[in-house]
């Protein structure tokens, strides 16, 4: 049973930085493309980012240039670095595999 296990969302003020790590088990990532999607209150669901098994990421356009999604497939791991973070990044960040395997989400929320 393939399972996602998301951590690192936590409260942090604009400006700041935080790491996101998804951690997979039940199936080797390395062949699969990996998600990140993320839900703010009272929203639909949105993707924020994607990466290929060679590592190729997409983003939508508000987290260009200041998020990166990364991957360790030793590790069976994905992360999502995420700087200078706005107040508009708040939410539940969703690790997907290509599929559909979710995780639970963490919560990020950005505030003064």
């Known amino acids: 049973q393939t399972q996602l296990v998301e951590s690192g969302g936590t409260l942090v003020q604009p400006g700041g930085s935080l790491r996101l790590t998804c951690r997979v088990s039940g199936t080797s990532i390395s062949v699969y493309w990996l998600y990140w999607y993320r839900q703010a209150p009272g929203k639909e669901r949105e993707f924020v980012a994607s990466i290929t098994p060679n590592s190729v990421t997409q983003y939508i356009d508000s987290v260009k240039g200041r998020f990166i999604f990364s991957r360790d497939n030793a590790r069976n791991t994905v992360y999502l670095q995420m700087n200078n973070l706005m107040p508009e990044d708040t939410g539940v960040y969703y690790c997907?595999?290509?599929?559909?395997?979710w995780g639970q989400g963490t919560q990020v929320t950005v505030s003064s």
């Open positions: 997907k595999l290509e599929g559909n395997d």
